[in-house]
């Protein structure tokens, strides 16, 4: 069957963005920063672990929008955004995204994720 997912709206996180390596962190704070002026929730996955961690994770969160930040999109310009609804990898531009979730979520209640925006900077629960 389809894979279980809230509506984006009422997502908590409606966008991870997870930074390839430290080094792109600045970027992805740069990028968050945009999203947020956009209204839209999103948090940056800075914690030591394996790429491929971070995306099982963050799809087990059921988070409809993972943005996978390195060398490559840097470089062009353009995010690979993996988006839980169509299960598909897809290349889009950040004002595409924002435009994207805007429609997803337009007419609906907005409020901000009151979390702390690094997930390295979260609480853990064992």
């Known amino acids: 069957g389809e894979k279980p997912m809230l509506p984006t709206w009422l997502s908590p996180t409606q966008v991870r963005i997870i930074p390839v390596s ?37 799809e087990t969160e059921w988070i409809p929008y993972i943005v996978v930040f390195g060398r490559k999109e840097k470089e062009s310009g353009s995010l690979s ?3 839980r609804a169509d299960e598909e990898v ?4 950040a004002e595409e995204l924002a435009k994207r979730i805007c429609e997803e979520v337009k007419g609906k209640p907005f409020k901000p994720l009151p979390l702390p925006k690094l997930l390295s900077r979260r609480p853990i629960f064992s």
């Open 22 to 58: 430290g080094k792109y962190l600045s970027d992805c704070i740069e990028l968050m920063r945009y999203l947020e002026g956009n209204r839209i929730r999103v948090d940056i996955d800075d914690r030591e672990e394996s790429v491929e961690k971070r995306i099982r994770e963050a």
């Open 81 to 83: 955004v993996r988006i």
């Open 90 to 93: 897809v290349k889009m531009k």
